[in-house]
């Protein structure tokens, strides 16, 4: 699996090179072609263009590779100061300044080396022909005003290729973000679903007004605390269900009033162990996640007096809120479509946070849940 992994790696970075060298090798066409087409344009009627098909073929090649090689140079200087303006001053901050900024710079570049190659010319060269200075200033002139148009258009060709590749960037993102925000909504209707599916659930309401009669005739106090504790968790479920993230405090203290329920139910079949570190409280999480993990513990899990059921809820170091139970199968195993469990997955991956973590030993069932 390595191996492939590596090859598939492998063939996606020759593509990207190949791609980057393809489009640096169009960049470099354009500037010589605009060099030659716009030199012409300047002067079509120079002399020295009807001599220069006469002109020997070494001397011919000659002049094409000096042009290729300053237009090299030219996009090199254009490609550079568009990067780095790319970095300090980007187009989606301010438009006008960045293009006001982008064709000056690249105008001062231009002219730049066009005075350093012409002094290392002048400094390096012995014997250059005899010129009236009206004619050299006018062909430095033509120099620079073809150094600043190249060095232009390459800066125009690099611009919208760059808005091109953001534009499609940005495209993708959108479509990315829609696909997540139908996700998002099918997973919070999900959990909203689970949330209403407790509140209608017959079983769950008539074990829970059982005890509550039952306590009613053994001890009211205990009663009208139980039935303060089912109407918490009723509210809880209405009011929070629909929430993307919730304070840890806030899903601690429904756990509470949860957990009292269901000490009262099952009894001693269960014992819970709640151990949060008091730094973590004010961290967040997926409301209603602690509840469907101990929902789910119990529903999998035997819960007697003489093996009871250990469901220990606390935080590591790793900022991570766990749950983990023993694991103590039934012996006929309920019918599960494991929602539960798969909508606190999704929604973590949805909302773009780290997945949680769901191990499996044999004596435990341990899910980690990153804190936010």
């Known amino acids: 699996m390595n191996r492939i992994s590596t090859f598939r790696k492998n063939i996606v970075r020759n593509k990207k090179i190949l791609?980057?060298?393809?489009?640096?090798?169009?960049?470099?066409?354009?500037?010589?072609?605009?060099?030659?087409?716009?030199?012409?344009l300047i002067d079509p009627f120079d002399p020295a263009?009807?001599?220069?098909?006469?002109?020997?073929?070494?001397?011919?090649?000659?002049?094409?590779l000096w042009i290729f090689l300053f237009s090299v140079v030219i996009s090199e200087v254009s490609i550079f100061i568009d990067r780095m303006l790319n970095k300090l001053l980007p187009w989606s901050n301010r438009t006008v300044k960045r293009?006001?900024?982008?064709?000056?710079?690249?105008?001062?570049?231009?002219?730049?080396?066009v005075i350093i190659i012409n002094?290392?010319?002048?400094?390096t060269?012995?014997?250059?022909?005899?010129?009236?200075?009206?004619?050299?200033?006018?062909?430095?002139g033509q120099w620079i005003a073809t150094n600043i148009v190249v060095s232009l258009t390459i800066s125009a060709f690099n611009t919208v290729d760059y808005l091109l590749e953001n534009w499609k960037k940005t495209a993708v993102e959108a479509a990315q973000h829609k696909v997540?925000?139908?996700?998002?909504?099918?997973?919070?209707?999900?959990a909203e679903l689970?949330?209403?599916k407790l509140q209608i659930d017959p079983h769950f309401i008539f074990n829970n007004l059982s005890v509550l009669s039952e306590l009613i005739l053994e001890d009211q106090q205990l009663g009208y605390e139980y039935s303060e504790k089912f109407a918490r968790v009723y509210r809880y479920l209405l009011v929070n269900s629909k929430k993307d993230i919730i304070a840890l405090e806030e899903e601690l203290k429904f756990l509470e009033s949860y957990i009292f329920l269901i000490e009262k139910r099952i009894g001693e079949g269960v014992v819970f162990k709640i151990d949060i570190h008091e730094d973590y409280r004010s961290m967040y999480t997926l409301p209603l996640s602690l509840q469907l993990l101990v929902e789910n513990a119990i529903k999998h899990n035997q819960t007697s007096k003489a093996n009871p059921l250990e469901i220990h809820v606390y935080t590591n170091s790793n900022k991570e809120l766990v749950v983990s139970n023993t694991f103590l199968p039934l012996i006929n195993k309920p019918d599960s479509s494991g929602v539960g469990l798969a909508n606190i997955v999704a929604r973590y991956e949805i909302l773009g946070y780290i997945k949680p973590i769901i191990e499996k030993t044999e004596n435990q069932f341990i899910v980690k849940l990153p804190l936010i």
């Open 19 to 40: 791609s980057a060298m393809k489009r640096r090798l169009a960049i470099w066409a354009v500037a010589v072609i605009t060099f030659y087409v716009f030199s012409y």
């Open 49 to 64: 263009w009807q001599l220069y098909l006469k002109d020997p073929l070494k001397v011919i090649v000659e002049d094409i």
């Open 180 to 190: 997540r925000a139908s996700k998002h909504k099918q997973a919070a209707m999900a």
């Open 99 to 113: 293009l006001l900024l982008q064709c000056i710079i690249q105008i001062v570049g231009s002219v730049l080396i």
């Open 194 to 196: 689970q949330a209403l």
């Open 119 to 123: 002094f290392i010319i002048d400094c």
């Open 125 to 140: 060269s012995v014997s250059l022909p005899e010129m009236d200075a009206r004619k050299e200033y006018t062909l430095l």
